[in-house]
């Protein structure tokens, strides 16, 4: 079993910062890597950086938590201060041996189902 240290939750906070980019990559090909960005722990801001192509086809502000033990509105919260006029918040989860998840507010999920 693994330590349960500072050192591991923050390895397993980026390889999962590091996996919804790459989930960004392949689902918009167009992007080069360089326009989605892994920031290093415990940078303000999102945890995702993007660029303006990025954000033309993906206009949201990333926040991602690998947690056993979520507080759902504190990282909601966490998003949305992270989150610009342009850029809606977005929170990307889980937790060990899971699926991944997404949170987004209603109003955008239901934008998203009419495109």
Not at 26 to 41: A, G, I, N, Q
Not at 84 to 106: D, G, M, R
């Amino acid at each position: 079993m693994t330590a349960n240290t500072p050192q591991t939750r923050k390895a397993k906070g980026r390889r999962f910062q590091q996996q919804i980019r790459d989930l960004l990559l392949e689902t918009f090909k167009k992007l080069d890597p360089d326009d989605v960005r892994s920031t290093s722990m415990g940078a303000s801001g999102a945890d995702l950086l993007t660029s303006p192509a990025c954000q033309k086809l993906f206009p949201y502000a990333v926040e991602c938590k690998c947690q056993e033990h979520l507080n759902i509105w504190a990282a909601l919260k966490q998003a949305e201060k992270n989150s610009t006029k342009k850029l809606k918040p977005i929170l990307f989860f889980k937790k060990s041996h899971s699926k991944k998840y997404v949170t987004l507010e209603a109003e955008e999920f239901m934008k998203l189902l009419k495109k």
